[in-house]
């Protein structure tokens, strides 16, 4: 079994590529039951967000795998193959084992460090488990790349420190105000950047915001989005007496916030400080509004210089989470490594058990007058004999399992103690057990079959 990884994402597709190959929820299931039907599938997960579409699949054979992937996708998505596969990667083994733990952990996220991707894998993993997708070595391999990312984010400090301009703004003001639950905050402008601006502040949990915009229509459309205030442009300097913290983002060529109107304002809040944060560009400030008494002014600049220091935090940071990633890779290709060694330790106890009972039974014959107090004993210590005979040799098929030449050390361990009839065995009636599993899922389609069903609906 091999561990693969197929897709694109924010670095090698434009959004306009990306938005070709989007699942919609509803259709994941069936996108998980036609992936796993794929040849050479044996487990998948679909990771799809608006950044990126990734299938990690386990499959049986490395070298077509590729081939069966991008044939899936051709064919769900109705987009030729020569469309897309200069846009794709694809990692094998220990590289895509990397890189869905560099991914749930958000190394691997446009913004460095997110947590929001973390929920996502989660989804993920648990909506391909529910549809029986997953196996084995996915329900371990997923369980461990989530547990990761938690202690990840929660032993470092990667996710305090914003990256972004509107992010860095909104943190800025909390550690000036310590909270914006009691204060008030305008913002001016309905741009992109202020609407970003709005979604930081509305998680930060303000509660009193306005909205100003030279079109109405827009500071409407903003404010309602989150529970604010629209006010009308004329209302700016009357705003600025009122609240606590200014941001302002809008695509003016000329000061929106004039020297001459704040020295009004200052007049009028009494002493009262207020922080603006201009992130525009062109400025919406005059920059001599920060020489005013009580007027704290920062430019994109100053906004900017937090973000690049606060990114330089995060990757130091990330270089921690790549080494916990090492200890974890390596801890699982130790457990992989042990998953052939259970059926032949399986084998071995339950021909050492076959013995066991062969002996007793050979014994209770020549003994016949033991008592049954006697025969638990003697049961008892025969038993305990054969576990301590065992116990080295399963000791040590484990440790040599987890190195490098395992596969002759299992048929070394297979030859030894002649498990070869057992693990065949047992390998038919696993076959057997999964066919008449499958048989029982299937509907009727004989005549006995229908008579079955019928007499069951006329028995309900």
Not at 188 to 209: F, I, R, W, Y
Not at 326 to 352: C, H, M, N
Not at 428 to 433: A, F, H, N, P
């Amino acid at each position: 079994m091999h561990i693969v990884v197929v897709g694109l994402n924010h670095r090698t597709a434009p959004v306009e590529v990306r938005e070709k190959f989007t699942f919609a929820n509803d259709d994941l299931p069936q996108a998980l039951q036609e992936l796993k039907n794929t040849k050479s599938v044996l487990e998948c997960v679909v990771v799809a967000t608006c950044n990126r579409t990734e299938i990690y699949a386990v499959v049986d054979k490395l070298p077509r795998y590729a081939h069966y992937i991008r044939g899936f996708i051709e064919k769900w998505f109705g987009v030729p193959r020569e469309q897309f596969r200069e846009f794709l990667y694809s990692y094998e083994e220990e590289q895509a084992t990397r890189h869905l733990f560099r991914v749930t952990a958000g190394l691997n996220s446009m913004i460095i460090g997110e947590t929001q991707i973390l929920g996502q894998v989660k989804d993920a993993f648990l909506l391909a488990q529910q549809n029986q997708a997953t196996g084995t070595m996915f329900n371990a391999l997923f369980k461990q790349a989530i547990t990761l990312a938690k202690r990840a984010h929660y032993e470092t400090s990667i996710g305090e420190n914003p990256v972004s301009v509107s992010y860095a703004a909104v943190e800025l003001g909390k550690r000036i105000f310590g909270s914006y639950a009691n204060k008030k905050v305008l913002i001016v402008g309905a741009g992109k950047m202020g609407e970003l601006t709005l979604k930081h502040l509305h998680a930060s949990g303000l509660k009193q915001l306005y909205v100003i915009n030279r079109t109405y229509s827009k500071a409407v459309e903003l404010a309602e989005s989150s529970g604010g205030t629209a006010c009308k442009f004329e209302r700016l300097a009357e705003l600025l007496v009122e609240v606590d913290i200014v941001i302002t983002s809008t695509g003016a060529t000329e000061f929106v916030l004039t020297h001459h109107m704040l020295q009004g304002v200052v007049t009028k809040r009494k002493s009262r400080p207020l922080f603006m944060m201009d992130i525009a560009v062109p400025r919406d400030a005059d920059p001599k509004i920060g020489e005013l008494p009580n007027i704290f002014l920062y430019d994109i600049d100053d906004l900017e210089a937090l973000v690049e220091s606060n990114l330089e935090e995060r990757q130091k940071e990330a270089a921690k989470i790549e080494m916990m990633i090492d200890k974890e890779i390596a801890a699982f290709e130790i457990w992989t490594r042990t998953l052939g060694v259970s059926p032949l330790i399986q084998a071995l106890q339950q021909k050492a058990g076959n013995v066991h009972e062969e002996t007793m039974d050979s014994l209770l014959k020549k003994l016949p007058e033991l008592d049954e107090r006697q025969i638990k004993v003697i049961r008892k210590l025969t038993k305990s004999i054969v576990n301590q005979m065992l116990r080295d040799p399963i000791l040590r098929i484990k440790e040599m399992s987890a190195q490098r030449n395992s596969d002759e050390a299992l048929d070394y361990f297979t030859q030894i103690f002649a498990l070869e009839e057992i693990l065949v065995q047992n390998e038919l009636e696993s076959q057997d057990r999964q066919l008449d599993q499958s048989e029982e899922e299937k509907p009727a389609t004989t005549m006995q079959g229908w008579q079955r069903e019928l007499s069951t609906l006329a028995l309900s």
